[in-house]
Every structure is written in C-alpha cells, then in structure tokens.
C-alpha cells in the first residue's frame, strides 16, 4: 500500500497491522479521520474483525474511541454486530478508560468554587401506566454536595446483568490536590487510574449484557426549538410544585428524532448478537470504497429507521441560588451515555434562562413510557469536612 493518509484506512479495512503502526508514524493526523464512506480506521477494522489492527489503533495516545461514523454508529456498537467477544472486550475497557477522561474533562473544575456551597438530589427515573412496565428501565438518585472547591457525587446504578446491578459508589474531587476519586464500598481509588486493572468477573457480565443489546441510536433533526408556557383554561400561568417549590409549566416544541435500529433475523434477545452470520469477507477496500453514500452493514443485516417526536414539559423555577448552566454541566457528567439526556442538556442550554432552574424534566420516550428527572432537597447547609475526606 502506498502510504498517504487515506491508505490507512484501506490498511485497517484489510487487517494489516504492520502498515497501519508504519502509516500512523507519518500520517497519524488521519487516526479518526473519515473516509469517503464516513467510517474512521477503527470502524472499519472491527467490522472485518480484525482484531491485531484494533489493538494497534486503541494503543495510540490520540484514538478517539467513541468518535461515531458519519451514520451515528460507535465503535462499541459495530463491535456487538460483529460477533467477536475479543474486540468487543478491548473496545469496552477502552470505552470505559474513557468514560473515566469524560469525569474528568467535562467537569469545569476552575468553576467549581465560583458556584454558591450547596447540597441537591437529582432523581431520574421511568414511569408508566402500564403495569410493572418501569421495571424494565433503570433508576437511579445522585446526592450532590459542594463545599469551596471540594465537590462529591453519591450514586448507585453500577451495571446490568439481566438486573440492573446497584452499589453504593462515590465520585469525589478535592480542589486542593486536583484529583478526583471513585469510592465503592471500602475501597477508594485515583479516578484516572480506576480502569487500569478490570475485574474478568465483572468485565465478562458487562460484556456478555452489551453483546445481547439491541442496536439502536437517537439521531435529532436539526431545527430550531421553541419554549412555550403553558396556561391554564383561565388563560393564567400553569404552575405546579416540586419539593415543596413553585414552579411554571413550560412546553419545549417537538423534538424530531430518527431512530435507526441494525437487526437480523430470528434476533433473540437472550442471546449474543452475530450480526455477521454468512457474510462474505472478500470485498476488496475499493469495492467498498465505491459502493457509494450508504451505510457499512452485514449483509444479512437490515436497517429499520422511524421517525419519532418528543415533547417535553419543564417545570422551572425562579431565583434559585443555582443556575441552570451549573446543573447542565453536572447532568452530563453523571449521565454521560444516556442520549436522550444529551439531547435535551443542548435543548435546555439554548433555551433556558439562566435566571430559571429546571426543576423537573418530563420526557415521553414511548406512548406508555415517561422519563422524568427532577430536583429536591436542595439547601444550603453547612457541609461536614469529613465528607470530602478520602484515603487510598
């Protein structure tokens, strides 16, 4: 292969390792670059399961492991459809190591001690009317506590095995060392070193829970989105009250999602998916490249897209100590995988004042199912010390 910057991609389609550690010595620039196809070298060598190729692009200090394809796919989802439990495995300790960065650069840590001390709760969870339908769906309550520049996070959803799997777990940072900490149970750790050692035991349950996952992504239309308040038949404001604080109604205009979903036949859910089954791996990379603008599936894959509207309703409050820029940025923290959450934290920071708290989101994900995430028992307290206290 000639080396240019787009040769590494047809390096990486063809599983050649050796060309893929000398191109990126030259043209490292290209890493996560697309092709003509919108799919970055790593797409493409898990595809063809190519696992040697995957190791040497995860090796590489600039990879950017969650970085989708033009068509919304991540690499740990073209991993499920693979089949290949190995790849899977190296993308999800990958993926991991970078949720721990995600902690840690998302948080705006030369912001904390400008924010007012304060203790919250944040509850997300799933409602509905159907009986025991919510069960299926996870929840979780996050205890919030900031003192100077010192800031802790109590949760407890750690994972899902067939049930989602909770534990007592803390994520604390102390402003006068400038790192931050996971604790579970009696055992604190360095957040950045967290993912250096996995537990095999814990490691092939997510795995093995990933690798039965429908593949699905949430792709917004682009538009621009309106907030409406909402009156009562008299014409006055609707207002409600959450914990104990009044808040106005407010409706956000129609979210317009596409929900594209990968599936194949007899798709059993209680077992790992091979979406590869009876496909053919003799394309060379210019057929490939030549196909056109269409996605990179297996061939007895099939893509179902629907379109799929969300209205949500935000309960706001007035002078609230905090703003609404504050809890945008822990929200995606905390909540760093779930989409929906990402796509309304852009909603709300482009249409929410800054001078109103959203107390309470209400998101209807299905005709029978609601999301709803809001806040209660915020004070502002005097913190103990010893709660951002931590030995390792």
């Known amino acids: 292969i000639k080396q240019t910057a787009m040769s590494l991609h047809e390096a990486a389609w063809n599983g050649e390792s050796d060309a893929v550690k000398t191109i990126l010595e030259n043209y490292s620039f290209a890493l996560n670059d697309y092709d003509d196809r919108g799919n970055t070298p790593l797409h493409l060598a898990i595809h063809n399961k190519h696992r040697e190729v995957v190791l040497v692009l995860l090796d590489h200090p600039r990879i950017n492991v969650d970085k989708r394809n033009c068509y919304g796919w991540s690499p740990l989802q073209v991993a499920v459809a693979s089949g290949d439990q190995n790849i899977l495995s190296d993308i999800w300790k990958a993926t991991q190591t970078k949720l721990c960065e995600h902690h840690i650069y998302k948080m705006n840590f030369n912001s904390i001690s400008e924010m007012p001390d304060f203790y919250i709760e944040l ?29 802790r996070v109590d949760f407890s959803l750690s994972g899902y095995d067939g049930n989602w799997r909770k534990e007592p777990q803390s994520l604390i940072y102390i402003g006068g060392i400038g790192e931050v900490f996971i604790r579970k149970g009696d055992t604190t750790e360095i957040l950045t070193e967290r993912y250096n050692i996995f537990e095999e035991d814990i490691n092939n349950i997510e795995i093995e829970s990933i690798s039965r996952q429908e593949l699905s992504i949430l792709r917004p239309i682009p538009k621009q989105y309106t907030i409406e308040q909402q009156k009562t038949w008299l014409g006055g404001r609707k207002t409600r009250r959450v914990d104990r604080i009044r808040c106005e109604l407010y409706s956000l205009s129609d979210i317009d999602l596409l929900v594209e979903t990968r599936s194949i036949g007899n798709d059993d859910s209680k077992q790992p998916k091979d979406h590869s089954i009876d496909h ?24 179902r897209v629907m379109k799929k509207k969300l209205r949500p309703i935000v309960y706001l409050a007035n002078d609230m100590p905090i703003s609404v820029t504050d809890i945008l940025q822990i929200i995606e923290v905390l909540i760093p995988s779930n989409e929906y959450v990402k796509i309304l934290g852009n909603i709300l920071a482009e249409n929410i004042p800054d001078d109103k708290f959203p107390m309470r989101v209400d998101i209807p994900v299905f005709p029978t199912v609601t999301a709803k995430t809001y806040f209660q028992n915020f004070n502002q ?9 931590v030995e390792v």
Request: charged share 40%; glycine share 4%; hydrophobic share 30%.
């Open 123 to 151: 509850q997300w969870e799933f409602e509905s009317w159907v009986p025991f339908a919510a069960r299926l769906f996870p929840k979780d309550r996050y205890k919030i506590y900031k003192k100077g520049d010192n800031f």
């Open 280 to 303: 053919g791996f003799n394309k060379s990379y210019e057929d490939y490249i030549t196909e056109g603008d269409i996605p990179l599936i297996y061939e007895k894959e099939k893509l």
């Open 381 to 389: 307290d005097e913190l103990p010390d010893d709660l951002f206290e």
